[in-house]
């Protein structure tokens, strides 16, 4: 599985954009960068998924540079509910199969300050 | 659309003890995922079932073990329980197709003594 670099913590001023930086370079042609979050004792979070394009949702948006050695996570308006531990993963099978794992890192934690 | 559910969220057992932990996933989802998750290892892949087949498998002794049923539902054993099995043991599903995003469960909390 491809290794992934993040910093360990990041601060954000509440309702400005965080931007969470991730290195894969060693990224294969056929794997996604997933990023996930999670918020003390519960769950992972799924956030945003890509392959080589640039993609939004209602949360975040995913940039992923054109060599797809690295990509950054966004949050436009980070409010105190976005801290949290962030994890980028690069795994999955474009056209293939995924078999279920992911490997976690230990991931960026976020804090949001008021 | 409900989402994974995890039963129970709390278990306490004793050293030597076995356990089972359940789960059912997202409606339609064919593959559920088992992670175990502690402070000093952080998340860690434990094994994948899919469509009642095992399909892929971490690094973790045999004590560890799952089954999946017709219906998806997975449940995750470990036997012979030791103090360092204490953790959050997570699962996650998804589809199984090779881009799908997986959605993970709250979790059990297992505390071994």
């Known amino acids: 599985d491809a290794k992934t670099t993040q910093p360990p913590s990041m601060d954000c001023a509440e309702g400005r954009a965080a931007n969470l930086p991730c290195n894969h370079s060693t990224i294969s042609g056929n794997e996604y960068v997933y990023w996930y979050r999670q918020i003390h004792s519960q769950g992972p ?3 945003i998924h890509g392959l080589k394009n640039n993609e939004t949702n209602e949360m975040a948006s995913l940039i992923i540079t054109e060599d797809r050695k690295s990509s950054t996570l966004i949050l436009p308006h980070a409010t105190l509910r976005d801290t949290a531990v962030y994890y980028c993963i690069v795994g999955g099978n474009a056209g293939g199969t995924s078999y279920g794992k992911l490997t976690f890192g230990q991931g960026t934690i976020l804090t949001v300050h008021p | 659309k409900a989402g994974v559910t995890q039963t129970p969220r709390y278990l306490i057992k004793t050293r030597g003890q076995q356990v089972t932990l359940s789960c059912s996933p ?17 998340l860690q892949f434990l094994f994948e ?3 009642e087949t095992q399909r892929n498998k971490g690094n973790f002794p045999g004590r560890f073990s799952g089954r999946q049923f017709s219906n ?3 449940e995750m054993n470990v036997s012979t329980l030791e103090l360092g099995d204490s953790a959050l043991y997570l699962c996650a599903s998804s589809s199984g197709q090779g881009g799908a995003e997986a959605f993970f469960g709250q979790g059990t909390r297992l505390t071994v003594v």
């Open chain 1, 45 to 47: 979070q799924y956030i």
């Open chain 2, 72 to 74: 998806s539902r997975s």
């Open chain 2, 49 to 51: 079932y899919f469509s």
């Open chain 2, 26 to 42: 997202i409606s339609g989802h064919r593959s559920v995922s088992w992670y175990q998750q502690t402070p000093g290892q952080g």
